[in-house]
Every structure is written in structure tokens, then in C-alpha cells.
């Protein structure tokens, strides 16, 4: 086999997925192992950079010899617990964030898999030892947006699309449900009970926590602000529930409609792939990726985190209209191909409402995750792959560490800041 003996290697080759996981994961894809023979195989770091903030990446390319003594190459991805950084591996276990995930497309997704309806997120293949297999999206020519390139009109409406597919899957189930059951009513955490899990948003977690005092020594640092004690000392009396606020949003019980939402819906988690026009590149598809987030709860929530995370401000706002009837009307559409009537279950009217009320929730969430996604890739592997730095920034001070960065970068201060102070604009004064 062409895996080396190191963990990690010079060309970033690692050696803990065995021969026997690579037969396991080919029994398990599509392709069975039974129509050719294992030639040889290599796991490779998925990139020098860091993809996500809490896992560890790798590509896996298996190549096999067929009947007709043709070879083949099959491509996979996988996810695992991180062997790099022991903060990151600490902070999976603290929250059961892999066992949820694995738990979601190993469970979850199968039941919200509904035939007819066009995929919303990676194929899974395999679960190993601390560690989860999807199809390799890259091989079927899904890929990043540079993260610093917010979306335009093309790329939200995609991805909204994509979102009202994974909405209706979550409804369309539950419906099929009620009818199966002979039930009034039905809702997926009646058997499902750790999707109303709140994962690192809690008022108790350290993460959470540091989030929160990072954003108000931002504005206190920052912000037009700054010099008025008096204002200063009105945002600060207001920061705690404001915050609490956002949180209380995602509990149930709710009036407003819930679906499992994904909650976590930043660049580096969809995926799009292009049709190629002339000299021109439009999106013609979508999917999501890393549901370790996903919980069960109004799903205004996840399009707020959506549009706040990914959009310039003014262009969300002055498009904001048409973004919600597009989501809108393609949710109908999808209920309505499955015998749903979105009048039924989700009037224009309460969702326009529910919208406007998780503003709070897009904001607050988008401020939590801001600060580390909005550095370049050299910066964030640099800082964040020690294992100290990881613990100290994102459970102890995140508060000294943003101000830093913003005394230093001009850019990512006027990013944090147009996102802090809508928070101030909105719900302080």
C-alpha cells in the first residue's frame, strides 16, 4: 500500500486508516469490493490549511482493479476526531459533537432521505474508529467559495434552495409520521430527544461565554461608542440578555415552525457547483456539510444564520425581500410535489414574523463565529492548530486575542464590527 508508517508525514500522507478500514468503506459505497480487487490506496492530509476548526481532514483515493483487469480510482472524504490538536479532540468529547454527527447521518439522515427529492448534503459511507467517511464532493465537481468573497444575488438564492430541500425533508417526515402513527401531532424529538441538544450554545459554556465578552471589549474598544460612558454603560447593562435572548429563541416549545436546522451554515459548510456559461460561472447546485450543529428548532433561525454569516450587510437588507420568497416559495413548491400545503402549516405572514424575531439569532451566531473564520487561512492554521492557543482563545480570552487581531487588520476589525454593533443598533438603543 502507498500509506506510510507516520502519522504525518512530509507530503502529508497519514497511516491510521488501515487496509481494513478501506475494505470497510468499500463494502459500504456504492461501489462493491466484490466486482474488482484493492490495488492500492493513499490518505492524505485533505489540505495544509484548516478546513473546519474542530476536526482533522483527509482524502482518501483507493484504486482497484476490475474483472476486465480495468483499474479504477474511487474517491472519499473523511472526517475524524483530531490526533493534531488535543484541545480540538477535548472540546468534540465535552459536547458529543462526533457521536451527534455520526448519530445524524448514520440515523437521522436515512430517515429524512426522501426518494424524489434532490440531495442536500454528502453521501455518507462509513463510520470508523473516531472517525466518519462521505463521498469526496470535490470529485463530483462541488466546491468552496473563497470565504472572503461574500455571496451575491446567484450563490444566496442557491443556497436558500438548498436549505428549503433540507427543511422539507424534516417536514415531509414528520407529516409521513403523524399519518403512520395515527397521531395528532407529531414532532422528530418524540423519539429523537438529542436533537433538542444546544451543543456550545449555552449560557454556561466556556465557548459561549468568551464569545460574548470578546464582542462587547470589541465594542468597548471599537465602536463609535467608545468615549460615551453613558451609552457604554446602557449596552453593558443590556449585553447578558440580549444574548440569553438569542439562546431562548432555539428552545422549545416554540409557535414558530420547527424543523432539524443545520446551525451551523458559514462558507466553509456549503458547497456549490458551477455551470460553466461562456466566461461566466453560475452556481446550478448546492449542497451542506458538517451537521455536528444540527438541532431541532424554528427554522427562521436557519435562514437568519445564513444570510447574516454569508452576506454584506446592505446587500442582505436591500435583497432581503426577494431571499425570503424565494425560500419561501421553493419550500410550497417541494411540500406541495409531496401533497403538503404550506398554507397549512406555515402562513406568509408567521414566517415573515418568525424572520424578523431571529434576526436576534443570525446576529448573535454570526458574531460567535466571525472572529475565527474571517482570517486567512495561514493565519488561521497558524494560530489555531497549537493546542494551547486553541484552549486559551476559544475558552479562556477570546476577548485579548480579537483585539489584537483587530488593532492589526484593518479589514477583519470592519467586519467584526459592522456585525457588534448591528447587535448595539438593534437591541441596546
Keep these: 500500500m502507498e500509506c506510510t508508517n507516520d502519522d504525518q508525514t512530509k507530503n502529508g500522507e497519514v497511516e491510521h486508516i488501515t487496509e481494513e478500514d478501506v475494505k470497510l468503506i ?11 480487487v484493492l490495488r492500492t490506496y493513499q490518505v492524505r492530509y485533505a489540505s495544509d490549511k484548516m478546513l473546519g476548526f474542530l476536526a482533522d481532514y ?3 483515493k483507493v484504486v482497484v482493479t ?4 480495468d483499474k479504477k480510482v474511487l474517491s472519499f472524504f473523511i472526517k475524524a476526531v483530531s490526533r493534531t ?33 434532490k440531495p442536500w448534503s454528502a453521501k455518507f459511507i462509513s463510520a470508523l474508529n473516531d472517525a466518519i467517511v462521505f463521498q469526496d464532493l470535490n470529485a463530483l465537481e462541488y466546491k468552496l467559495r473563497d470565504k472572503f468573497e461574500r455571496f451575491d444575488m ?24 403523524k399519518i403512520m402513527l395515527g397521531k395528532p401531532s407529531y414532532i422528530i424529538t418524540d423519539e429523537y430527544q438529542h436533537l433538542s441538544n444546544p451543543a456550545g450554545y449555552k449560557n454556561t459554556d466556556p465557548w459561549f461565554i468568551q464569545c460574548k465578552k470578546g464582542a462587547l471589549e470589541a465594542i468597548k474598544t471599537f465602536s463609535n461608542y467608545s468615549n460615551n460612558s453613558l451609552v457604554l454603560s446602557a449596552i453593558e447593562s443590556r449585553w447578558d440578555e440580549i444574548w440569553s435572548s438569542a439562546l431562548q429563541l432555539c428552545d422549545l416549545p416554540s409557535n414558530d415552525r420547527n424543523v432539524i436546522c443545520h446551525r451551523d451554515l458559514w462558507n466553509n459548510n456549503i458547497l456549490f457547483r458551477y455551470n460553466k456559461d ?31 454569516c ?26 406541495c410535489d409531496f401533497g403538503i400545503s404550506i398554507d397549512n402549516l406555515l402562513h406568509k405572514e408567521d414566517f415573515l414574523a418568525s424572520i424578523e424575531k431571529h434576526r436576534l439569532w443570525g446576529l448573535i451566531a454570526c458574531a460567535c463565529l466571525i472572529p475565527a473564520f474571517w482570517l486567512n487561512d495561514d493565519l488561521t492554521t497558524s494560530i489555531f492548530s497549537d493546542s494551547s492557543n486553541f484552549d486559551e482563545i476559544l475558552t479562556k480570552d477570546k476577548a485579548t486575542f480579537m483585539i489584537n487581531m483587530m488593532q492589526a487588520h484593518e479589514d477583519y476589525k470592519n467586519n467584526l464590527m459592522a456585525v457588534f454593533e448591528e447587535i448595539v443598533e438593534r437591541y441596546c438603543l
Excluded: W
Design 26 to 36: 468499500l463494502a459500504n459505497s456504492s461501489y462493491s469490493n466484490n466486482e474488482g
Design 58 to 60: 483527509y482524502k482518501l
Design 66 to 69: 476490475e474483472k476486465n483487469d
Design 85 to 117: 490538536n488535543a484541545s480540538k479532540a477535548q472540546m468534540v468529547k465535552e459536547l458529543n459533537l462526533f457521536e451527534k454527527e455520526l448519530h445524524f447521518y448514520s440515523i437521522i439522515k436515512k430517515e429524512l432521505d426522501i426518494p424524489g427529492l
Design 154 to 177: 446567484a450563490h444566496t438564492i442557491q443556497a436558500l434552495r438548498t436549505l428549503a430541500r433540507f427543511h422539507a425533508s424534516s417536514i415531509i417526515f414528520e407529516e409521513n409520521r
Design 278 to 308: 461562456g466566461n461566466t460561472q453560475e452556481p446550478d447546485d448546492c449542497v451542506f456539510v458538517d451537521f455536528q450543529a444540527a438541532r431541532y428548532q424554528p427554522l427562521a433561525g436557519d435562514i437568519m444564520f445564513l444570510l447574516y
Design 310 to 335: 454569508n452576506l454584506e450587510p446592505k446587500f442582505r437588507e436591500e435583497n432581503l425581500t426577494d431571499f425570503l420568497n424565494s425560500y419561501y416559495q421553493e419550500l410550497g413548491m417541494i411540500l
